[in-house]
C-alpha cells in the first residue's frame, strides 16, 4: 500500500538556529508571553521589522484567529512566526491557513514535536478541537535549545512522558509505515537515553524526531484514554504515564516495559478519576482519531477494563 509522509519544507535544528534562520521583512510575531521575555528572544534572533501580538492566551479560541486576521489585513504582513509554546504556534498554523502567508514555528517550552506536525487545537465554542489540515505545516520549524533551559522540571517531564508516548504510540498505529517507524524507533531511543542516564539536553531532539513520527501515523489507545483524565485537570504528559503504559499492554506493545520504565524514572503517581468508569469510556468511545488507529479492535469494555487497571492499582510499579 502507498504512503504519505509530510514534514515542514525547511528545519533547522541545533545551537543557534533561531540566530541564524534569515527572517524575511514585516513578519508577525505571535507569542503568549510578556514583553520583558520575548524581548531578549527577538534580540537573540536578530529579527528585524516586526510586529508582534502577545494576546495569545492558552487553548486559543477561533475567534483569537479571526481577531489577528482581521487586526493586520491592511498592514502587508509578509509571514507569521510562533514563538512560544503549543498555543502561539496553533494560532500561527490556523492564521497560515486562513490566508495562506507562510508560518515559521519556534518552540521556547521543550516541545512535544507540535511544530512538525498537521495538527492544531484551536477551541470552538469554549470545547477544545483537535485539527488536522495540511495546510497547517510549517514551512520552517526552527528548534533551538537556547530557548529551553528555563523549563520547569514538570512540565520538561509531562512534555518528556508525552514525546515518549507518541512515538511508541505512533510505532505501532495502523497508520505506520516504514518511514514514520524509523522516525518513531529513533525518537524514542534518543528519549530513553535521555530520561534515564538523565542527559536532558538529547531530549528535544528527540521530542523532534517523536512529532515527525507521530505526526505522520497518530497517537492511538494511550492518548484515547488519556483525554477522561485532562478533562478533569490532569496535564496531558503526565495522563500519559499512566495511560500509554496500560494501553502498551492492552496492545502487548514491544514498548510496555521500556515505556514504564521511563515513567518510574520520572517518578510519575497513580492518576485517579472522579467520573465512573462507565461515563468515561462513553466519551472515550467516540474518539476514533485515535481508537480506528489503535493495532487492535477496542471495544468499551476494554476500555473500561483499561481505566479500571489505571486508577484501581498502580500500573506503573
Ligand atoms: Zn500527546
Given amino acids: 500500500m502507498a504512503w504519505k509522509v509530510m514534514m515542514p519544507k525547511k528545519i533547522m535544528f541545533g545551537e543557534n538556529a533561531a540566530k541564524e534562520f534569515p527572517y524575511p521583512n514585516k ?26 501580538y ?6 486559543p479560541a477561533i475567534e483569537t484567529v479571526e481577531a489577528i486576521q ?27 491557513k486562513l490566508t495562506g502567508k507562510p508560518k515559521i514555528l519556534i518552540p521556547t517550552t521543550f516541545g512535544t514535536g507540535a511544530e512538525m506536525t498537521t495538527y492544531a487545537v484551536i477551541s470552538f465554542s469554549h470545547k477544545k478541537k483537535l485539527l488536522q489540515d495540511e495546510a497547517f505545516l510549517a514551512d520552517a520549524a526552527i528548534v533551538d535549545p537556547y530557548f529551553l533551559p528555563g523549563t520547569p522540571f514538570n512540565i520538561l517531564r509531562n512534555s518528556a512522558c508525552d514525546a515518549a508516548a507518541q512515538a511508541s504510540e505512533a510505532y505501532d498505529s495502523k497508520l505506520a509505515n516504514p518511514f514514520t517507524r524509523f522516525f518513531c524507533k529513533e525518537a524514542f531511543d534518543i528519549l530513553e537515553n535521555g530520561i534515564i542516564n538523565d542527559k536532558h539536553d538529547l531530549l528535544p531532539y528527540g521530542a523532534m524526531l517523536s512529532g515527525i513520527g507521530f505526526g505522520n501515523a497518530s497517537t ?54 472522579k467520573k465512573p468508569l462507565d461515563q468515561a469510556a462513553d466519551d472515550i468511545m ?19 477494563k483499561c481505566l479500571d487497571e489505571i486508577v484501581s492499582g498502580n500500573p506503573l510499579l
Fill in 220 to 273: 492511538t489507545l494511550g492518548h484515547a484514554l488519556s483525554y477522561a483524565f485532562s478533562n478533569e485537570g490532569v496535564p496531558h504528559g503526565y495522563a500519559l504515564s499512566s495511560c500509554t503504559t496500560v494501553a502498551h499492554k492492552f496492545n502487548k506493545s514491544i514498548y510496555y516495559e521500556r515505556f514504564k520504565r521511563i515513567c518510574q524514572k520520572l517518578k510519575f503517581e497513580p492518576i485517579k478519576l
Fill in 286 to 304: 467516540p474518539d476514533r482519531g485515535h481508537l480506528d488507529n489503535n493495532p487492535i479492535p477496542v471495544t468499551k469494555q476494554d476500555v473500561i
Fill in 70 to 96: 482581521k487586526e493586520y489585513e491592511s498592514k502587508d504582513i509578509s509571514c507569521y512566526v510562533g514563538l512560544g509554546g503549543g498555543s502561539s504556534m496553533d494560532v500561527c498554523k490556523y492564521l497560515g
Fill in 27 to 52: 513578519a508577525l510575531i505571535i507569542t503568549t508571553t510578556t514583553p520583558d521575555i520575548y524581548n531578549n528572544w527577538l534580540d537573540y534572533m536578530g529579527i528585524k521589522g516586526y510586529e508582534v
Fill in 54 to 59: 502577545d494576546k495569545v492566551t492558552p487553548d
